[in-house]
Antibody, heavy 120, light 108 residues
Framework: QVQLQESGPGLVKPSQTLSLTCTVSGGSITSGHYYWSWIRQPAGKGLEWIGRVYTSGYTNYNPSLKSRVTISLDTSKNHFSLRLTSVTAADTAIYYC????????????WGQGALVTVSS | SYVLTQPPSVSVAPGQTARMTCGGYNIGSKRVHWYQQKPGQAPVLVVYDDSDRPSGIPERFSGSNSGNTATLNISRVEAGDEGDYYCQVWESSSDHYVFGPGTKVTVL
């Protein structure tokens, strides 16, 4: 059974770059036909889809974040990554990674989430 | 961009049925997915493709979708069903995923 685990710094300074990794266990990130996504949730608020990367490397992003986001695969480490540049306090949130199977547009499974705080 | 609406809260007595809606323009033409999120935990898929349940999700969870409203029902509600419930669709025209704002379910 595939499991996802987020990791990365829990504190990032304003104007710097947020970087997170989602490690996939129990299966290869390149096997099957899957989109690997990032979703975030500010404290006490709802879920916001950030973007996704396909096993081919194809990406697409939420327009509201597109200018600042990069999602990439590292097949040698069986993980995918999120980079969000020029962060502000508004980017403080729990960041989740999740999987979507091609042709089926729901998220399952999810990682447990990683809290990232933007503060000086 | 496509917008989903959900009531902020629903309260229900144990053993009764909780009904929560997810509104969107012509949402009946889309496939709606529902997630349960308990405090401090990641969301969990409870219904996909309007009305199907993943393995391990009780039959008490059921969904429907027609017109401009999708509905998630939880029958025979238990204290453990408390949490936030989010609907989600894939917007084909923009190739993006959209979440509703969530409904907080409180068991009285």
């Amino acid at each position: 059974q595939v499991q996802l685990q987020e990791s990365g710094p829990g504190l990032v300074k304003p104007s710097q770059t947020l970087s997170l990794t989602c490690t996939v266990s129990g299966g290869s990130i390149t096997s099957g036909h899957y989109y690997w996504s990032w979703i975030r949730q500010p404290a006490g608020k709802g879920l916001e889809w950030i973007g996704r990367v396909y096993t081919s490397g194809y990406t697409n992003y939420n327009p509201s974040l597109k200018s600042r986001v990069t999602i990439s695969l590292d097949t040698s480490k069986n993980h995918f990554s999120l980079r969000l540049t020029s962060v502000t306090a508004a980017d403080t949130a729990i960041y989740y990674c999740a999987r979507v199977q091609l042709g089926f547009n729901w998220f399952d499974p999810w990682g447990q989430g990683a809290l990232v705080t933007v503060s000086s | 961009s496509y917008v989903l609406t959900q009531p902020p809260s629903v309260s229900v007595a144990p053993g009764q049925t909780a009904r929560m809606t997810c509104g969107g323009y012509n949402i009946g033409s889309k496939r709606v997915h529902w997630y349960q999120q308990k405090p401090g935990q990641a969301p969990v898929l409870v219904v996909y493709d309007d009305s199907d349940r993943p393995s391990g999700i009780p039959e008490r969870f059921s969904g429907s979708n027609s017109g401009n409203t999708a509905t998630l029902n939880i029958s025979r509600v238990e204290a453990g069903d408390e949490g936030d419930y989010y609907c989600q669709v894939w917007e084909s025209s923009s190739d993006h995923y959209v979440f509703g704002p969530g409904t907080k379910v409180t068991v009285l």
